[in-house]
């Protein structure tokens, strides 16, 4: 048994080594390896380019459209997207080829595009538009404006949700520094 | 170096604390909470492009308009149309079902046919086979029961009916039988509408305006938009009931009154305005006010109703002094109310010089049938469904061979249920259009499912208590969810089969029939910048515009007429009256059934929307106990005690209820709610207390001979 004492492996200092190494280790795993296992990447089933349409002069709304009471009505349903690309073009750039895979995929077979939404709520949050009409979209939203390419979507693992989802902690910070009320039922009806 | 325990330790000692400073924990428990939400059982939010369209409802009597949120083009919630002249944008509990209800489990899923206590489904094609069998051989011996007052399909049924030869076609009881009836013994003509919006005095007697009488929805908005909060409100309204109701909750004034005094309390009151100077030239006004005078003097009236006379000489001076006074009489549960109580209301109108003035009751005309062969809705009404089940029963009357049931539940909503099922029973050959399966659907040799409104092509046409004449369209906005059909559809083809002409394929081909003869009559105008109620008072009506009718219909927007159907024989009818509408006296160890019934509850056809549910209070319904009504003073007469099960007997059958002590209710009545006491429909509707309609008696109202049942003595045990 003394013997055994003896050689372990540096005593006690050798046991605050090991330690700072499962400390350093955890802190690795948690901040660089955890978030890559958490989310599982997808990209949208139709590269749309924003940037192409924010360039033709299409303002969001037209697109994302807002009800006379300011509450958003959606995503464009595959047969608005139709009204301007309903045929095929033929076209072997890569928008041309993108803008044939909806109209063949979608437009022909009247099914609409499963778009990847990046900042979904949860089904117990009520979020409405028109209480936010007030800011920029890209205050919430990513300036997809400015993208040919869509971002990529991340799918947490767990949850189900997208990693762009805002947090409750967001709205609070947001309706505190608005002096909004943060009472559970503003949100939670 | 090797890793000794020690050491090992030290490493799991590091990792953790080092994973305290990490998201791990912190991001896994809040994943955790969220992945909650995705179990299965718990209903999603449906995602997509979020539009709205408008129809009509079909389930509420109250026929208002309808805004339907969609979402990716699914039907998610009913709210009120606000250009819909019966909705102005509100909605009532049960017309806000209509999305619900697509998915109840009630629903009849396919055509069933009866085996043995089961049923088995079978196609459309056997169904219609079968059909024209049995129907082919009942020729001669065909009967009809519609539980739709206000649908063009009742011209397809009366006329099919009528070509195989009918034993009767029959409107399940409502306010508009009693109406017809009271209007047809005083020599009137026309459906009476009511014009809430430009009264400003409206004595209401027993109905419940803003809950089950006619359009209620309607009266709702017209109530409030003459009394917006803070001002001095621009009208006066009186409540004459037994309970202190939804309705009578909001008037200014509260008269208790038991249901079967209400013609009492109606002549008692032309005593006091006969008095003061009231006189008219309708034929009868003499001996009408003999029969004031005889024997509804304010102590007549005291001595049978308890009411005080100061009180009466108050509301008549209210009624005289106003500029536009409307008198409005119904049943508190919107059926059973004998044409006395409605006679004698409609006797005041015409002292008040009411009748086919802005602010008083129309008599609207009917608009013209479309199929060959139908009867007119006048003719519909006529009949008295409850007094022929009773004569089928009592074997006074043969059974027919045959019977059609539409939208319609008469084993469970009609007063004496044990009569009525005997009397069903009866009948060897039964067929139920009922998109549930219901009491009498469950009795019934053939279910033959009815697409439900959002599945459908139909229409309302002037519900009852409406104003003015009015026509707005059913449009269907989804396949139906099961294997339905729309029941004008079956019945057409079913005459194909039979060699029947009725002039059209399917049902859409009648409507537009129907709407293109509305196109052609003159007066008529799509309600949109003007409002019917308005035309009423003065303002010019616009003209049709454009010719597309059923492109505005569609819209939601409703064609309406501001008309009145000239009246040359209207008179007071005081023999019948005086037969009708005598003073009694309840005493003894009884006390008076006053039922009450609530949308939310759903009607016979329907049962209990399930969302509707929650909405029924514990003092209504504990369990699966149904809980009755009564004053402390009533409960100390009875010797009951607060929360006592007790034992209601009446028409020969008993009912359980606990006690719930209200003092909203007169003394001497008990109060009873109506939607329950279901023994089939689903898990929100069956099982869920007693129905006490079967509680009451149908009896003859002397003089005008119609079935009545608003009111009877009950023992309580």
Redesign the interface.
């Known amino acids: 048994m003394e013997e055994n004492r003896s ?5 006690v200092g ?14 690795v ?3 660089v390896i ?2 890559k296992l ?1 989310y599982s990447e997808k990209t949208q089933p139709i590269r749309f380019s924003h940037t192409v349409h924010a360039q033709l002069g299409i303002e969001c709304e037209q697109c994302h ?1 807002l ?1 006379p009471d300011g ?7 595959t047969e ?1 997207c139709a009204e301007c690309h309903g045929d095929e073009t033929g076209d072997k750039s890569p928008n041309g080829k993108e803008i044939d895979k909806f109209v063949k995929d979608y437009v022909k077979t009247g099914a ?1 595009v499963p778009w990847l ?1 990046y900042q ?1 709520q ?3 949050v009520f979020f409405s538009h028109a209480a936010h009409k007030g800011f920029e979209c890209t205050k919430c939203h990513p300036d997809v404006a400015k993208m040919d390419n869509p971002p990529a979507y991340y799918e ?1 693992r ?4 997208s990693k762009d989802t805002m ?1 409750m902690w967001q709205c609070e910070r947001c309706h505190a520094s608005m002096g909004t009320s943060n009472a559970c039922y503003v949100c939670h009806k | 170096m090797g890793v000794d325990r020690r050491a090992f330790l030290g490493l799991v000692a590091g990792g953790a604390v080092g994973t305290m400073f990490t998201p791990i924990p912190w991001k896994l428990l809040d994943d955790v909470s969220i992945w909650t939400q995705n179990w299965p059982w718990i209903p999603k939010v449906p995602k997509g492009q979020i539009d709205y369209v408008t129809t009509t409802s079909k389930l509420c009597p109250a026929g208002e308009g309808l805004k339907i949120m969609r979402v990716a083009g699914n039907p998610i919630t009913a709210s009120g149309n606000p250009a819909h002249p019966l909705s102005s944008g509100g909605v009532s509990a049960l017309a806000r079902s209509e999305v619900y209800m697509l998915y109840s489990p009630a629903r009849v899923k396919s055509p069933m046919k009866k085996s043995g206590k089961a049923f088995v489904p079978i196609t459309w094609e056997q169904a219609l086979i079968e059909m024209a069998d049995k129907l082919g051989a009942a020729k001669g011996s065909v009967a009809c029961i519609s539980g739709d007052q206000s649908g063009t399909v009742n011209e397809v049924l009366s006329a099919f009916v009528g070509k195989l030869g009918t034993a009767g076609y029959f409107m399940m009881p409502s306010e508009a039988t009693t109406a017809a009836k009271g209007m047809q013994v005083m020599g009137g003509k026309g459906q009476a509408g009511y014009d809430f919006e430009n009264a400003d005095t409206v004595l209401v007697l027993g109905a419940d305006i803003f809950e089950t009488w006619g359009t209620s929805t309607r009266n709702r908005k017209a109530f409030s938009a003459k009394r917006p909060v803070g001002v001095k409100p621009a009208s006066n309204y009186i409540y004459v009931g037994p309970t202190r109701n939804n309705t009578a909750a909001v008037c200014d004034q509260w008269i208790p009154a038991s249901a079967a005094d209400l013609g009492v309390v109606a002549l008692g009151i032309a005593w006091h305005l006969i008095k003061a100077g009231a006189t008219s030239a309708a034929p009868g006004f003499d001996t009408l006010r003999a029969v004031v005078n005889g024997g509804f003097g304010p102590d007549d009236v005291k001595r049978a109703t308890g009411i005080e006379p100061a009180v009466l000489a108050g509301v008549a001076k209210a009624l005289a002094s106003s500029k536009a006074a409307m008198v409005v009489t119904g049943s508190p549960f919107g059926q059973g109310l004998g044409a006395g109580a409605f006679m004698a209301g409609m006797a005041l109108n015409i002292l008040l010089g009411r009748i086919n003035k802005p602010g008083g009751v129309y008599a609207l005309p009917e608009l013209a049938t479309v199929v060959p062969g139908a009867m007119t809705r006048e003719a519909m009404l006529k009949a008295d469904l409850p007094g022929f089940l009773k004569a089928v029963a009592d074997g006074k009357k043969p059974a027919p061979k045959a019977l059609l049931v539409y939208d319609a539940n008469p084993a469970y909503g009609l007063p004496e249920a044990a009569t009525m099922a005997k009397a069903l029973e009866k009948i060897p050959y039964k067929v139920s259009f009922s998109s549930f399966m219901d009491e009498t659907a469950a009795m019934c040799d053939l279910v033959l499912p009815n697409s439900l409104t959002l599945e459908r092509y139909d229409d309302v046409v002037t519900p009852y208590g409406s104003g003015f004449c009015i026509y707005s369209l059913v449009t269907p906005y989804q396949k139906p969810v099961h294997d339905t059909r729309p029941t004008g559809d079956v019945i057409l083809a079913l005459a194909r089969k039979l060699s029947i002409e009725l002039k059209f394929d399917n049902f859409l081909q009648v409507l537009k029939e129907k709407v293109a003869s509305l196109a052609k009559t003159s007066g008529g105008f799509v309600a949109k910048d003007v409002m019917p109620w308005q035309v009423a008072a003065g303002k010019p009506a616009p003209a049709l515009a454009g010719g597309d009718l059923w492109k505005a219909l569609s819209a939601g927007y409703a064609w309406t007429m501001v008309g009145s159907v000239t009246q040359t024989g209207l008179g007071f009818a005081p023999e019948v009256l005086a037969k009708a509408v005598k003073p009694g006296k309840t005493s003894g160890k009884t006390v008076t059934l006053a039922p009450y019934a609530q949308l939310r509850t759903g009607t016979p056809t329907t049962g209990i929307p399930c969302q509707d549910l929650t909405m029924v209070p514990d003092t209504e319904l504990l369990g699966e106990t149904t809980m009755v009504r009564m004053g402390s003073a009533t409960a100390k007469a009875l010797g009951v005690k607060p929360g006592a099960m007790v034992k209601l007997t009446g028409a020969g059958t008993h009912c359980k209820a606990q006690v719930h002590i209200f003092e909203s209710v007169m003394t001497g009545v008990v109060s009873a709610p109506l939607g329950f006491g279901h023994t089939a429909f689903d898990i929100f509707s069956k099982g869920k207390g007693a129905n006490y309609l079967a509680l009451l008696p149908v009896t003859e109202e002397p003089g005008t001979g119609m079935s009545m049942w608003a009111a009877a003595e009950v023992k309580i045990a």
Not at chain 1, 17 to 26: D, E, R, S
Not at chain 1, 158 to 161: F, K, N, R, V
């Open positions: 050689n372990s492996a540096g005593g050798g046991m605050v080594l090991c330690a700072l190494i499962g400390f350093v280790g955890a802190l795993v948690g901040w955890f978030p958490l459209h009800g509450r958003l009505a959606g995503l464009p349903t608005s609409q939404v979904y949860p089904d117990n947490n767990i949850s189900g949700y947090k």
